[in-house]
């Protein structure tokens, strides 16, 4: 019970501060009572005036706070009853020793704990009568302001008469009373009503919108069941603790129906904190989680009220409330246990409540039974103020865990992508110097291979007729300007293009040109602006080099032309390079029947690279047109 005075103390010692800026005026504290009982009898409702002389005693005094057990002879019936029979104790309070005071005066009841109905009289003349049923007043009893008197010309009245009526055999109590002036009595009421019910209730409100929020978000992460063990806590938290921030005015719900709905409430609450726990400690233990569902099953079902037994429900509930201490107090050793032993931070900070809730529940357990003094604070309601705090740092703590887990997450995947983007640069550059090494090797194959199939072939020709003397100097010369003209355009073809083909045919004409204007042959250029050829590579502008240097010697060795025509355009699916002469024409079909070898290997070059070449005659010649795709469609041999 440590824990309960601690907080007890510290609730007390608010509310005296709270009366600490109360006026000088005298607050007389009520604590002397004379007290007789009248047996049960039909309920009669309290009239607006009552003669206390009517009430012949006997009457004996007692100290308030003043409580009577159940089955007190005077209280109890000694035979059948009709229904609704109640008896009734009546309190009278001298208010002789109150202090005069020059404006309105105010009474100050604390608090009444009874199943039944109260009335206060002021010299014969009703005060005040409770509102509710008998069960519902059993449910919450604020503290009460009644006015004495509301003016300064008014008298005050002498002589106080409580009335309390309550079922037979059932118990009840009144704590002692306040009178005063009115502002300085209600500056004490309005301290401890916050205190004890604006206060829990406004955490209440809290714990249900954090309830609320987590049924939200358990929607969306259906895969984490701690969310919707909050709404439920936090919904069942609420409802448990109706009857305490409930008001004077009765609800539509009855009677019957409210007290099962606050009992079972407190039953799933201890499921719902059982596996709340056992997410939170990892250790499960079927057969008691099977014991607190099937426990709050069996009992929400045995407690529906299909009867209109009220009384007897009334005069019963606090026994219901046994078990579900008991099996609070197995539950809370279990977790502290399991708590300790999985070394769990969270789930020893909610054993630690539940060791607080436990001591609080107990310690209201016996104030309902009148075994406490009833003027202090019912705790309970600060256990779930506390258990608010406890689950949302729970919430808290693991939504900080996981932004802090997602940061080093995030830090690992950047470390994880830099030694990844160092790996891949590293493979990268590998890859680079193997295709740089692989490029430099296919260039000296095709070289090597364009220099014995053109340029060697040419020469060891050459020599071969110079050997046998067929050739005169100036032939020799000829040849030899064919191999230099040969060597360059192979040399020339390695200079970068960037897909551009008018410069391909401008490094054409810069070689080719002195030749044909020393063989009388005038060039007409007449290119045309045509797309880039993403695919024109120093491999494949070669085979366009040798095929219009092939069409060029044709022109200057077979024909008598004096011109050659360059032209280029833009076709359906790619571009086109025509060359065309003025010469005699010629077959191709025959020129392919001599063994002619060059038109042959014009055929293969254009194969090559995905062109295809065409001889048309013309008016005044021939005509070769090359096609040049804009997509190349097939793979290149090597030349």
């Not at 005298?26 to 009572?33: D, E, F, N, S, W």
């Not at 104790?89 to 109260?118: D, N």
């Not at 059993?138 to 009245?157: G, S, Y």
């Not at 037979?168 to 306040?178: E, K, N, V």
Request: net charge positive; aromatic share 10%.
């Amino acid at each position: 019970m440590g824990a309960a005075g601690a907080l007890r103390t510290f609730l007390c010692s608010c509310w005296l501060l709270l009366c600490t800026g109360l006026a000088h005026a005298q607050v007389t504290h009520l604590v002397r009572a004379d007290v007789m009982v009248t047996p049960p009898s039909g309920y009669q409702p309290p009239l607006s005036s009552f003669d206390p002389a009517s009430l012949a005693g006997p009457w004996r005094e007692v100290a308030l706070p003043d409580k009577f057990d159940q089955g007190t002879p005077e209280r109890s019936a000694g035979g059948p009853l009709k229904p609704g029979a109640m008896a009734t104790t009546w309190y009278r309070i001298s208010l002789a020793g109150v202090a005069a005071a020059p404006g309105p005066v105010a009474l100050h009841l604390l608090r009444w704990q009874a199943a039944g109905q109260l009335a206060v009289y002021g010299d014969g003349q009703l005060l005040y009568r409770s509102q509710g049923s008998p069960a519902w007043n059993h449910f919450r009893h604020p503290a009460l302001v009644i006015p004495l008197r509301e003016t300064a010309e008014a008298p005050l009245p002498k002589t106080l008469l409580v009335r309390l009526d309550t079922f037979p055999g059932a118990a009840g109590a009144i704590t002692s009373l306040y009178a005063g002036p009115e502002r300085e009595i209600y500056g004490r009421y309005a301290g401890r009503e916050w205190l004890e019910y604006q206060l829990p209730f406004m955490m209440s409100a809290a714990f249900l919108a954090v309830g609320l929020f987590s049924f939200g978000v358990w929607l969306v992460r259906r895969r984490e069941p701690i969310y919707f063990l909050v709404f439920v806590i936090a919904v069942c938290t609420v409802v448990r603790r109706w009857h305490i921030y409930a008001g004077l005015e009765q609800l539509t719900i009855s009677d019957q129906w409210f007290g099962w709905l606050t009992y079972n409430a407190l039953n799933w609450q201890i499921v719902a904190l059982q596996y709340f726990a056992r997410l939170l400690h990892g250790r499960d233990h079927r057969w008691f989680n099977r014991i607190t569902v099937g426990f709050a099953g069996l009992m929400t079902l045995a407690t529906l009220p299909l009867s209109a037994l009220q009384p007897g429900l009334v005069l019963v509930k606090p026994l219901l409330y046994v078990v579900p201490i008991l099996l609070g107090a197995v539950m809370t050793v279990r977790n502290m246990w399991d708590g300790w032993q999985s070394r769990s931070y969270e789930a020893r900070l909610l054993g630690g409540w539940m060791v607080v809730s436990l001591s609080f529940g107990t310690y209201d357990w016996f104030k309902v039974k009148y075994q406490f003094n009833i003027e202090g604070f019912y705790l309970t309601p600060y256990a779930a103020m506390v258990m608010f705090v406890v689950i949302t740092y729970i919430l808290f703590r693991r939504y900080v865990n996981a932004v802090a887990e997602t940061e080093r997450s995030k830090e690992t995947l950047e470390v994880r992508l830099r030694q990844r983007e160092q790996e891949l640069a590293e493979s990268y550059e590998k890859l680079r110097e193997v295709e740089k090494a692989r490029t430099l090797s296919m260039e000296r194959q095709r070289m090597m291979q364009d220099m014995h199939d053109v340029l060697g072939l040419s020469l060891i020709g050459a020599l071969r007729m110079v050997e046998r003397g067929r050739l005169d100097e100036r032939e020799v010369a000829q040849i030899l300007s064919s191999c230099i003209d040969d060597l360059k355009l192979a040399i020339d073809s390695l200079e970068p293009v960037d897909a551009d083909l008018l410069l391909l045919l401008a490094t054409l004409r810069f070689r080719l040109g002195p030749r044909l204007e020393a063989a009388g042959i005038r060039l007409a250029w007449k290119v045309e602006t045509v797309p880039a050829l993403p695919w024109l590579d120093p491999r494949h502008a070669l085979h366009i080099l040798r095929i219009l240097q092939e069409a060029f010697a044709n022109i200057i060795k077979h024909t008598s032309a004096t011109e050659i025509a360059v032209s280029t355009a833009v076709t359906h699916d790619g571009v086109s390079v025509a060359v065309e002469d003025n010469g005699p024409g010629f077959s191709l079909e025959q020129g392919l029947a001599q063994g002619g070898k060059g038109l042959r290997n014009q055929m293969r070059r254009a194969e090559a690279i995905g062109a295809r070449i065409e001889w048309q005659p013309s008016p005044g010649g021939t005509r070769m047109v090359l096609q040049l795709p804009l997509v190349q469609r097939t793979l290149a041999a090597p030349a």
